[in-house]
């Protein structure tokens, strides 16, 4: 979107706004397009899910013709160059997500980037679905939900005892038989967790590569708090001791989420420099 540019030029006085309005004008952009293929899932989240308890997760979901007319308009006329499989729990609807996944995959040029959000508990029992995608390139990344290394603490986070090790091991198993597809974890921070993503890091380590970690966003519809930043701070400063020292050399991947006035906080704290700032093709 190269929108910094924009945003330096505004203030060097070299473009005004009416120029950032033609430059939005200049036709409708959606590279980053995420479908739920369900409302149903096996896990609870006390707290962190951002379905309205009101929803009915029984109701008629939306036509799958509906669902490939969306991700056919985005790629032939919005320009989308990556598609997410998201939930609720899109496992819950296997076949659904397969032939979804086969659509996306079979648009001309498959210069689309495929991937699935999930909790990890169903990978075992639709492993053969998931490979066929992988192998066939329909499934080019995967990111498995996981918010604590701790086995007791994840279980309680998510509501239901097993699902650590559930999730665990398929991540292990996907990372050893997939190379083709970017295998990674994406974990919630709270305030209780901070200490179990560390763990997760370290246990994780042998086979994967790629972490995401993100604060957690509270639905509107909860009394969940959203973090104070003294906590994150904590957290950043411990990981990067960890990334520094017991895993230095390892070769991770770890991105951060950082929000709205977050990015503020971070930047005063000195863990970046606003010209660090670099863009990609999401932004």
Not at 31 to 54: E, I, K
Not at 105 to 129: Q, Y
Not at 144 to 164: C, E, K, L, N
Not at 201 to 215: D, E, G, I, S, Y
Request: hydrophobic share 40%; glycine share 8%; charged share 20%.
């Amino acid at each position: 979107m190269n929108i910094l540019p924009l945003w330096r030029d505004l203030l060097s006085g070299q473009l005004d706004f009416r120029g950032v309005l033609d430059h939005f004008s200049c036709g409708p952009r959606l590279t980053y397009l995420t479908v739920d293929t369900t409302g149903v899932c096996d896990l609870t989240c006390p707290g962190m899910c951002y379905y309205h308890p009101d929803i009915s997760l029984r109701r008629t979901p939306v036509a799958e013709e509906a669902l490939q007319a969306a991700i056919a308009a985005a790629y032939t006329e919005l320009g989308m160059t990556t598609l997410v499989f998201a939930g609720k729990e899109p496992l819950q609807n296997a076949s659904r997500l397969s032939r979804l996944a086969r659509f996306a995959g079979e648009l001309a040029g498959r210069d689309i980037s495929t991937g699935l959000v999930t909790n990890g508990r169903g990978i075992a029992k639709h492993w053969s679905e998931l490979a066929a995608l992988a192998h066939n390139g329909s499934l080019t990344f995967l990111d498995i939900s996981i918010d604590s290394g701790i086995a007791a603490q994840h279980d309680a986070i998510r509501g239901v005892p097993g699902t650590f090790e559930k999730a665990f091991a398929a991540l292990e198993r996907c990372g050893g038989e997939w190379p083709q597809v970017r295998v990674g974890t994406a974990s919630v921070l709270r305030e209780d967790n901070a200490e179990g993503i560390r763990e997760l890091l370290r246990r994780a380590v042998p086979f994967n590569r790629h972490f995401f970690v993100t604060p957690v966003q509270p639905p509107p519809f909860t009394a969940t708090p959203a973090l104070r930043w003294t906590h994150i701070r904590d957290f950043l400063r411990a990981l990067l001791h960890l990334l520094e020292t017991d895993l230095c050399g390892a070769g991770l991947e770890v991105m951060i989420s950082l929000l709205g006035l977050y990015l503020w906080d971070a930047e005063a704290e000195g863990f970046f420099q606003w010209d660090e700032l670099r863009e990609d093709t999401q932004g």
